[in-house]
C-alpha cells in the first residue's frame, strides 16, 4: 500500500514528462485527501491537480474517496469503480519518492524509497471526474499498486506501480 508520497522535484516536471505548462507544486508528505499535479493524456499530455483518493463519477458524495487511495492492480478489471477507468481514464502520478512502514516491536517504522540517482518518475493511476452538489468537477485519483519488488519485500508486501 502507499499512503504517503513526495514530489520534490517540481523544476523536473516539465522536461522529464515533456509537457507544457504545469504548476510548480512542493510537497514533502503527501497524504490521501490532498490536491497533486497529475498527468493525463486528452489530445495531448496535460497537467490536472488532483485530489488523491478516486470518488467515482456515480458516487454520492466524497467521503468514499478517503478509502479509495490505492487500487490493487490484480483486481482492476474486476471492480466496477475501476473497470471503465482502466479502458479510459489512466494517469500518470509524478513523485520524488514514497513511504512505506514496517512493523516491528515498537511500532511501525516508516522507510523512505526513492531512486538512487534522486530522479523524479511516475506512480501509475487512474482518475475520474465527480460532480459535486453545486455542480463543479472534482477531479480525482487513486494510485495502482502491485506486490513488491525484491528491494522493497523486507519492509512491505505492497507498493505502487512504478512506470
Not at 485527501?33 to 498527468?39: A, D, E, S
Not at 468514499?64 to 479502458?87: C, H, Q
Not at 519518492?97 to 493511476?125: C, M, N, T, V
Not at 482518475?127 to 506486490?147: A, L, N, P
Amino acid at each position: 500500500m502507499c499512503g504517503r508520497f513526495t514530489l520534490i522535484a517540481v523544476e523536473q516536471l516539465r522536461e522529464r514528462f515533456q509537457l507544457g505548462e504545469a504548476d510548480a507544486m512542493l510537497a514533502y508528505n503527501i497524504a490521501p485527501t490532498q490536491h497533486v499535479p497529475v498527468i493525463i493524456r486528452e489530445q495531448a499530455l496535460r497537467v490536472v491537480p488532483m485530489r488523491w483518493g478516486l470518488i467515482p463519477s456515480w458516487a454520492k458524495d466524497r467521503a468514499i474517496g478517503a478509502r479509495m487511495i490505492n487500487a490493487r492492480s490484480e483486481t482492476l478489471a474486476e471492480k466496477p469503480a475501476f473497470r471503465g477507468l482502466l479502458r479510459r481514464r489512466r494517469c500518470l502520478v509524478p513523485a520524488s519518492g514514497f513511504y512505506e512502514w514496517q512493523a516491528g516491536p515498537g511500532g511501525k517504522q516508516p522507510y523512505y524509497i526513492h531512486l538512487r540517482d534522486s530522479e523524479l518518475f511516475g506512480f501509475a493511476g487512474l482518475y475520474d471526474i465527480w460532480r459535486d452538489e453545486r455542480g463543479e468537477q472534482v477531479y480525482s485519483f487513486t494510485i495502482i499498486t502491485t506486490d513488491a519488488n525484491d528491494l522493497v519485500r523486507s519492509i512491505h508486501d505492497r507498493m505502487p506501480a512504478i512506470l
